[in-house]
């Protein structure tokens, strides 16, 4: 059994009274210094975040709502592999292959539907798919529905949403390096070893509190090791 | 004229019945509204003490503008809501206590603001002030110009009862039998340890109430909270107002603290302990009858501050600082009646016959407002004591200390008064 060793408590904290106003100052210093700086919509030390309003920027990976990329003519990109409903964990994906010979191109899908309420956003369709087709990249939520009959995205639906970069079309070029696809920024990136079909995002901005506290303890850090 | 010795124990006519509907309607309002705004306050100011937010988002949609108030809607949302939930009573409850349970717990709190003065007297017929130094600004008779005959003021107060603390402490200690009743009627275990819990915590801190506060009837001579607000408004060596709270400052923590513990709020609110008796007495109410509860407890908080205003900050007749005093009809040196302020110095401040009284129900709602917070932030900032640690506070630190206190000031005032 551990023994539990009480504080000391000395005659003036034993006073009760001096303590306990003690600490309602401290109660009342957050509150005269949130409440002028938040009246004023100035910066306070409140951390709730106001999410409708004020939404936080999401990581650049975050995967969101899906989509599916055109081309060029602005038909979709998806050639109906079956590739990303095979891949799906949670079987979400339904796929009706159709021939067509308008389009130079073999295999498209009649119908492409995403049951929301099952995909479970492991982002596996996006892996799997040969021809960047389907992205999770639009940086916001899918909708919340008032039946079940909404959740199930459609083709039209899907290809009406846009990327975080403002485009309906995918960052690969049709035609490969040879059609001018393969780009200096693009080349950097590889030779960097990153993803060359990430979007490009804003780095997010550190919540300049926490940033404070890493400062101050990054030192102490520091020593520490110093002394092994 | 009226008479020249001031007798408290003078016999009193009824009021104006008029004037008494009008006072009942007004203090009924505030108190009920006070609390709703204190429902409002304790949820932003917490918010802002802890920094978060808070509630603000219950709106009125007018078109495309959205009203939210700062979400002061919130609690006319709250209101609604609750009423319009299932009224829920269990199966083996007592369907007739569980049903009067609310009413017993709430009507006492109402019943007390009776006794409460907010402001002053005045005088329609013609002033005919009484001052003694004793009862400061408290103004015993008026005078009827055309019959030369005094007459009772029209006070600020519902029922200006001699032993008007007296009645607070009997009234208030019903509020018990509330509490009991819900917890017992609700057939509940953890509803039934939370009434215990209450009845014993609120039986002994009344003795406490009651004592502590005996040493400013003591100095005041009276039960009557206007004319321990009255004395209040007499001058210490002419620069500050003789506050109870400088009067009695032990008595002013006593009291304050046995309050608190009466209100069974945080740092004593072991009867309700959410976390571990899921909110004890009120466990099995819902709907209007859990609101009773809810809105009793603020009721009570106002209902502490007013009192902690009258008997110890010098409720209606003083400002909220202690530098000056309100009086209505004062005799000026240059034979006229004064309405205004009377500063610790010395000088006089005009303010008129309407705008005295007024200033005085302002400076007294400040003051209860001030202390409502007080006890929102004491609320936000203590953690709960444990039950051993709520009895010992009470039987051994608080009551030999409020006796002392009695002793110690019944020795002074007899030698000094």
Redesign the interface.
Known sequence: MTKVVAPKIGFWEKLYVPEITRGLGVTLKHFFYNFPKRLLGQKSDIVTIEYPEKPEVYAPRFRGQHRLTVRDDGNVRCVACMCCSTACPSNCIRIVASETEERNVEKFPMVFEIDQLRCVFCGMCVEACPCDAIRMDTGIHVKPVFNRSGAIHTKDLLMSFKGIDGTRESTAVQGGAAKGGMTDELRERIANDLNPLDPVYEPRPENERFSAQKEEKAPAAHDAHGHH | MGATDFNPFAEKKMDNYVYTMIKIGGVAFMAINMAAVLVWMERR?SA??????GPHRANLKLGNINITLFGLLHPVADALKILWKEDFVPAKANRLLHAMSPFLAMMPVLICFAVVPFGGAVCPEGFDPQYTERYGPYIQSCLNAATNQSVDPTRMLITDLDIGMLLIFAISSLAVYGIAIAGWSSYNNYALLGSLRASAQMISYEVTLGLSVMGVFLLASSLSLDHITGMQGAFWGGILNKWGIFLQPLAF?LFFTAAIAETKRVPFDNPEGESEIQGGYMLEFSSSRFFMFFLGELVEIVFVGCVVTAIFLGGWATLPLPIGTFYNGLPLEDGTLGHGILWAGGGFLPLGEVLTIVAQILSFFTKMFVFAV?QM??R???PRFRYDQVMTLCWKVLLPLSLANVLITAVVAYFLY
């Open positions: 100011f802002l003490m802890q920094d978060r937010v923590i007080i932030t004491i936000w900032t203590l």
